[in-house]
């Protein structure tokens, strides 16, 4: 039975990997849609650095915003179905100077524009209010001497508050009962309907403008174009309280509807902008990845020579246990699913050590007995026993090692931890209870000189 659910095991990993399965386009979707998951440095992808400016945000939330920032961020490159991006923050300090940063990694992404076209869609969210009589304007010159128009402000100047999309917890689309035209609704969160709440408590009849990416997204001109020109804002009748806002304006369903998507992939909390770009190719993937199965495959090759030469008959049973052991790795990194990098790979390679670690006490308490008189059926029960406790002890310091290193560690060291924790549980299933299952049914083999020598070990005959 474990021969059979062993292979099936095998037999999934091997039709659901198009490297391996010359028909793969042929097969259902359940295989289809699980294939090994590479990291950004086996696949390839996309490696962008953005400085966060934070001037706006008072010194005790920075911290705050950039996790908030983070966590949007992440949000908004899955709704694309990256594979695991690695969104980072790097706070200023020695390495980074005084500028906050944020680290994207996108792992499958090589077209550099498109993942910074992923990152630039993310709406930043702000309510403003109009500016104090005598707040200087500011106009930007080009290189050429010339004024920029697009920064001439041509009506009346708002201020930033501190209602930002930080604090937005949903937005949904809704349509005018009387002339069917699209309204977006806002839902702030507990501190953010504060926040509305004290602003427009404290703006009556005072205009409160909401701006997208610093544009206002009300157009009032109906030009089809929302720009400086549009600078009307809706008057503050009264403190609002609650949390909901509304955004009216003469964008087409779709349009709507694709802003309400943007909102709810999250707004930015502060601005970014990009610093630098690179791009890992795919052929450096593919050689860590050739190098990695490499290692792997003659590794485990070198492993079973000397357990099968050494152990003999015990020896054979282990390598059979640890095919099935790393079939059942290879199974769970596709379902649940894990992203491998060569740190990951690195971690598989180690777990398979310590498989053999576990077999290797096993054999030589196993061994012992047989040499105080014991019969193979009892050695074998008894040398289990006493194994158990060295490869319990052996497997929990393992694994305590790589929960802190999950914990602690960068995204980098968390992937050789994942893996290497996953195999240590899953060695000591395939050395307890495969291995024993196995050794358990060759007791037919009975007590004489031959079979002895199965179950001797070394070169001794």
């Excluded at 849609?33 to 490696?47: V, Y």
């Excluded at 001037?55 to 179905?81: C, H, K, Q, T, W």
Aim: charged share 20%; net charge negative.
């Amino acid at each position: 039975m474990i021969l059979i659910l062993g292979s099936g095991v095998g037999l999934f990993v091997f039709k659901s990997e198009a490297r391996l399965n010359k028909n793969f386009e042929n097969q259902g979707a359940f295989l289809k849609e699980h294939p090994f998951r590479l990291g950004l440095d086996l696949s390839g992808g996309s490696h962008l650095v953005y400085e966060a400016d934070v001037s706006g945000v008072p010194e005790g939330e920075v911290a705050d915003s950039m996790d908030a920032l983070r966590d949007v961020i992440e949000r908004r490159v899955n709704l694309f179905g990256v594979s695991e991006p690695v969104v980072q923050i790097q706070g200023g300090g020695f390495i980074s100077g005084s500028v906050n940063q944020l680290i994207v990694d996108l792992p499958g992404v090589t077209d550099v524009e498109k993942a910074i076209a992923m990152i630039g869609q993310t709406p930043l969210l702000e309510f403003k209010i109009q500016a104090p009589e005598g707040t200087p304007r500011e106009v930007k010159v080009g290189a050429d001497g010339k004024i920029d128009l697009g920064t001439v402000d041509l009506g009346p100047q708002f201020v930033s508050t501190e209602l930002t999309g930080r604090y937005l917890e949903k937005a949904t689309l809704d349509f005018d009962v009387n002339t069917r035209a699209p309204i977006i609704n806002l839902q702030f969160d507990e501190e953010g309907a504060k926040l509305f709440e004290k602003i427009t408590g404290e703006n009556i009849l005072k205009p409160l403008a909401i701006f997208l990416d610093g544009q206002s997204i009300i157009d009032t001109t109906g030009d089809g174009i929302i720009d400086n020109r549009d600078f009307y804002a809706p008057t503050v009748q009264g403190k609002i309280s609650g949390g909901q806002a509304v955004i009216t304006g003469n964008s087409t369903p779709a349009e709507a509807k694709q802003l309400v998507g943007r909102l709810n992939s999250g707004a930015l909390p502060v601005p970014i902008s990009l610093l630098s770009k690179q791009t890992i190719g795919a052929t450096l993937g593919d050689n860590a990845v050739a190098a990695g199965v490499k290692a792997t495959i003659v590794g485990f090759l070198l492993v079973a020579l000397f357990l099968i030469l050494w152990y003999r008959l015990p020896g054979l049973i282990a390598v059979v246990s640890l095919c099935i052991f790393i079939v059942i790795m290879l199974a769970l990194f596709k379902l649940i699913p894990v992203t491998l990098t060569a740190a990951g790979i690195a971690g598989f390679i180690i777990s398979i050590g310590i498989a053999v670690d576990a077999n290797v006490l096993i054999f030589e308490r196993v061994k012992e007995e047989l040499r105080l008189g014991r019969t193979i059926v009892e050695a074998v029960n008894v040398g289990f026993s006493r194994a158990w406790l060295a490869i319990r002890d052996s497997n929990i310091s393992n694994i305590l090692t790589a929960v802190i290193l999950f914990w602690f560690g960068t995204s980098l060291i968390k992937g050789f931890a994942l893996t290497l924790g996953m195999g240590v549980l899953v060695s000591m299933f395939s050395a307890i209870v495969i291995t024993r299952i196995f050794l358990s049914t060759i007791n037919f083999i009975g007590e004489g000189r031959v079979a002895r020598f199965l179950f001797s070990s070394g070169l001794s005959k």
